[in-house]
């Protein structure tokens, strides 16, 4: 089957504009993750959903920032007020369930670009 | 706060060279360590976790409490081993991973 997806695969804004990041997760994994890696940085973690629910947003760096996952599958990452500061790759990751032993399989990512 | 640490951005060794990739980790609870690599133009994946304690594609990693280490390591480097490396600490508390800065491994022939 289908790995991760996101879309788009690239994003350029200009700054004080409002971005929507998509990512799909594989068929019938509960956990997903959304990180944010910057030039010559690991992944850092955003937020984690188990189902609908965020279960841990404390990776979020302000308010400009919210996640969805109404469903319980397709989850949007929505960016506020764009900033130079937020341009990076975005990376989705999903697991069957939460937990170490799930291992977490990472989307191609999203690179926004804020000029 | 749990912390990841990777000292070398690149590390540059020959064809058939051994491999050592450091990685030092900071965590108040039971770490669970992994390694992800991105072969270039792919997408991150699991090399291997250090529960497993196994060897994949000639890599092994031990985890060392007392040092705080999870350096990963190859006796003999191939081309095809060219690439990102990050070393990773799941935190059970927020269910996350906590990724280090990475070293790209490049292999010369």
């Known amino acids: 089957g289908a790995g991760v997806s996101q879309t788009p695969s690239n994003k350029v804004t200009e700054k004080g504009k409002y971005v929507e990041l998509r990512c799909d997760p594989i068929?019938?994994?509960?956990?997903l993750y959304w990180y944010r890696q910057s030039l010559g940085q690991g992944p850092e973690f955003l937020i984690y959903?188990?189902?609908?629910?965020?279960?841990?947003d404390s990776g979020l760096p302000n308010d400009r920032f919210f996640a969805v996952r109404p469903e319980g599958s397709v989850s949007t990452l929505k960016i506020q007020r764009t900033e130079r500061g937020d341009s990076a790759v975005y990376l989705c990751a999903s697991s069957l369930r939460q937990g170490w032993i799930n291992e977490q399989f990472f989307g191609p990512g999203t690179r926004l670009t804020v000029l | 706060a749990q912390r990841v640490t990777q000292p070398e951005k690149l590390l540059s060794v020959f064809k058939g060279a051994p491999v050592e990739l450091k990685c030092n980790y900071s965590y108040s609870g039971s770490p669970e360590l992994f390694w992800y690599v991105q072969y270039s133009r792919q997408r991150l994946q699991l090399l291997l976790r250090h529960i497993s304690r196994e060897s994949i594609k000639g890599f092994t990693a031990d985890l060392n409490k007392g040092e705080t280490s999870f350096h990963l390591k190859k006796p003999f480097a191939q081309e095809e081993d060219s690439a990102m490396y990050y070393c990773?600490?799941?935190?059970?508390?927020?269910?996350?991973?906590?990724f280090g800065t990475g070293t790209q491994l490049k292999v010369e022939l």
């Open positions: 959903f188990q189902g609908t629910g965020a279960a841990d």
């Open positions: 990773a600490l799941f935190t059970g508390g927020g269910n996350k991973l906590t």
């Open positions: 068929s019938g994994h509960t956990a």
